[in-house]
Every structure is written in C-alpha cells, then in structure tokens.
C-alpha cells in the first residue's frame, strides 16, 4: 500500500511501514486484520466492552438510528420514516447477531476530557479471521446517564473503520475507494458536530 497524501507527517509515515510489513493479499484480509495490524506500542487501540443489545434495545435503535441518518437524526420525521422503512433490518442484525455495539471511555477529539464512546459494527470477516472487523462502522459520543438524550454527532459512517491511538490522538482508520484513510476528529460545536478529517491518504498497489 503507498502513501499518497500525508508524506510528511510522522502517524503517515509509520502507517505505511506497518501496512506493508505484513504479507496481506488482498482487501478483505487487510480490513479483517486491522487490529493485528495496528499493534503497540505505536499503535495502541481503546479496551472496547460489548454490550448486551437484548437487554439494551433502546440504545441500540438509537445508534442503529444515528448510523445511518447521521445529523438528521433530530428530525422527527425524518426518523419515522426511516424507521418505518427500516426497522425489519434492525430487527434482523439484532435477531442473526449481525449486529454489535461497544463502548469505549477515551478522549475521542482530544479537549483534555473523557468520552463515552459507542461504536456500532456489522459483523462481515469468515469466523476466526478477526471477531472485531466488520463491514460498516460508526462512532457515537452519548451522555453517560441519559445516552438517548445525546446531542453531539459524529459526522462519518465507513464501510470498514478502526479507531486507534498515536502520541496520545485518537485517529480512525477507514476505507475509501481502492485504498484507506487515516482521519482525525475535530470539534464543530456550532453544529453539536464532530467532523473526521483526513490526515493521509493511501492507495492499493
């Protein structure tokens, strides 16, 4: 994989050396073993907890919600119609196990302050490549005693992502079209938004 965007950053340069140290065939294995290849010291990752989504439906629907509708979550007809359309797909990942949801106490956009952070995945790698990959993936940042009164979102929602650290910043690591992006979260609190903006940029040789 080549750097094509962020050469001059040291978290870019040391990806790249990562990236190609390890005899990765194709796509999908790359994305199934991100978190064998993002490895410590340089690259640790948050300690995820999986939550029980049978016990927590609520919680669930709101990040299944906020997952795909991103900001126009706020508006209330425009979630029940979603919903309306989109609920027999809810019910199906929570029913076939498809779906999972984590959370994670870190400093996700790096203001000094803890963050209750939830990340919704959809299980996709064969059994035993890698039971923490997945197919899409989205971050959520929820108040600890009312997670359904949460107001910030975080304006990304990739195919494949994974959040890691380096030097103490929080970065995510996604897919985009024939290669990955490594993104950093920055705070837009005019828009009660977290926007990831890409840092460097690789491609598939």
Not at 170 to 191: C, K, M, V
Request: proline residues 5%; charged residues 25%; hydrophobic residues 35%.
């Amino acid at each position: 994989m080549s750097l094509v965007k962020g050469q001059e950053y040291e978290l870019c340069q040391s990806l790249e050396l990562a990236f190609n140290s390890r005899p990765i065939q194709s796509e999908e294995e790359f994305w199934c073993n991100t978190s064998n290849i993002l490895e410590p010291p340089l690259f640790p990752q948050p300690i995820w907890n999986e939550i029980d989504i049978t016990k927590n439906l609520d919680l669930a629907r709101e990040i299944f919600l906020r997952s795909w509708l991103g900001a126009r979550f706020r508006d209330a007809d425009v979630v029940d119609s979603f919903w309306e359309q989109r609920q027999h797909l809810f019910n199906e990942e929570v029913s076939q196990g498809v779906m999972r949801i984590e959370v994670s106490n870190l400093d996700f956009n790096f203001d000094g302050q803890q963050d209750r952070v939830y990340r919704y995945t959809r299980r996709v790698c064969p059994q035993g490549v890698e039971a923490n990959s997945s197919s899409i993936g989205s971050y959520h940042i929820l108040d600890e005693d009312d997670p359904i009164l949460g107001k910030i979102t975080l304006s990304y929602f990739s195919k494949s992502t994974e959040a890691f650290f380096f030097r103490g910043r929080t970065y995510l690591l996604s897919f985009q079209l024939n290669g990955a992006s490594i993104r950093e979260p920055h705070d837009l609190p005019n828009l009660l938004t977290i926007a990831m903006v890409p840092i460097c940029e690789f491609e598939w040789e």
